[in-house]
């Protein structure tokens, strides 16, 4: 009898504590991503300068009430030294809970040019046009990427935002020694370095949204135009880059968000795709 009570007890207890766990559990969401045919065009849109600080949390906030909204994608593009100097758990966690909606890529080790801070780019000089040493390139690379795969970042450790799109083929070459592909654009035209290097995911098809909050229609038709530029030329990538400027106050986030309802309305279609960066490879 003793025996039978105790097993019942038993059973008792480690069902009651099953649901504990559950009840506490959250269910983790899973991103479904969209089926790409080969005749589609794909558009992404990214958030640079991004690395999850406290100041940033009501940026976050704003981007997913304007993803939700839109039934759209963001990737953002993270800033390793910051991130890990800066990330604050609660904000983080907004992009650990919503994967569905949120992705990320590499946006580099800090934005400073590392012959002279004062000068803009981090991967080519772009004050003075002037490529940066292989070795200063590769320290910064190997050290963003270290630092994305310690915090299991898995997208910021394959796909790289480099900053103002700016480096040359020693980027390109590290890049691809690392096991990056790249969004890239300034001084890769010479040489063929874009025939040369299939690791170029995207060259001169990213539209830069304005960085500032008052986003306007000149500004909105301007940028309409660009993507079906884009789309005449039968480019299949298309980046739409967005910055926390464009997020940062109520002002801001109506103009972000009446861009996006323009730019989907006029571009969803059967043959357009809204994605994260890394879908279809």
Known sequence: MYRIFLFI?????????????????????TYIPPQINPNDTVISCIIDGIHFAKWQKQIIENVLQVAKKNNITFDFAVIAEQFQKSKDKNVFK????????????????????????????????????NEIYYDKQEEKIRNMKDVFEKNNLVGATKI??????????????????????????????????????????????????????????????YMKKRIQGFMDKNIKR???????????????VFNTDRFINEISFKFKSATVVFGKVGDGG
């Open 9 to 29: 007890f038993i059973v008792f207890f480690y069902s009651c504590a099953s649901v504990v766990d559950s009840g506490n559990m959250k269910t983790q969401k």
């Open 160 to 221: 790289f935002l480099v900053p103002w799109y700016a480096g040359d083929e020693n980027t390109i070459k590290i890049a691809e020694k690392n096991g990056y592909k790249l969004i890239i654009q300034e001084n890769i035209d010479k040489d063929n370095l874009i025939v040369n290097y299939n690791i170029i995911k995207a060259s001169k098809c990213y539209v830069n949204v304005p960085g500032r909050v008052n986003i306007n229609d000149r500004d909105i038709d």
């Open 94 to 129: 907004i992009y650990e809970d919503n994967q569905d909606i949120f992705g990320v890529i590499a946006n580099g080790w800090n934005y400073k040019n590392p012959n002279d801070d004062k000068r803009t780019g981090e991967f080519y000089d772009i004050t003075m046009k």
């Open 238 to 252: 298309i980046y739409i880059v967005f910055h926390p400027v464009n997020f940062n106050s109520p002002e801001a």
